[in-house]
């Protein structure tokens, strides 16, 4: 038997063992390698495009993308049963692109502050700033979601915010893949554009 064969047989096997949400999150959780490889492999371009529509920083991104890698490693054992590892980790990534934007806000309105007339305020007067600035952009993101078309917010919901695959949002909303593509690449326009002009 050809060494070709073999490897063919392997990698057979590995898509048949690898398609199982179950089999992977059941080795994730046994601490294989392989099957960490498998997932940074499949979803690191994916992860990675979903928080560089949110962070514009490169360096900020990339740090971003490893740590929900790390954290996906770290937290193996605590996986719920039946969670869907690529939904697992969008959700991560947003919630970590969050994070980071809103640690991002705090340090800018601080250093905003920080002149030397500003010498006496209180680091709790700042952080309250901070968090007032914070939840104004939040209310505005969620009144220009809210104000989006019906079907173009559902989309951006369902892909952007619970991080589900442009597929499944398709199925569910029977629409295209390249519809659901499309709406949210309006809406994530439309976002950017409500932020940006606060």
Known sequence: MSNFTILNRRQEVRKIVFTDNGALLEGLRSGKEEV??????????AISRNIRKLVADESAAEDLLQECFITLWEKRND??????LGGWLFNTSYYKSMSYLRS??????VNQASFPEDAGIEDGERQMEATHVYQRRMTLLNNAIAALPQQRQKAVILCKVQG???E???????????????YVKLSMA??????NHE
Request: glycine fraction near 4%.
């Open 36 to 45: 960490f490889r498998y997932l940074f492999d499949k979803y690191y371009s």
């Open 190 to 195: 439309a976002l950017r554009g409500s932020l």
């Open 164 to 166: 589900e695959p442009y």
């Open 79 to 84: 996986l719920a049963d039946g969670v869907e």
């Open 168 to 182: 499944k949002v398709a199925q569910e909303m029977n629409l295209s893949e390249a519809t659901i593509r499309q």
């Open 104 to 109: 991002n806000i705090r340090r800018t309105v």
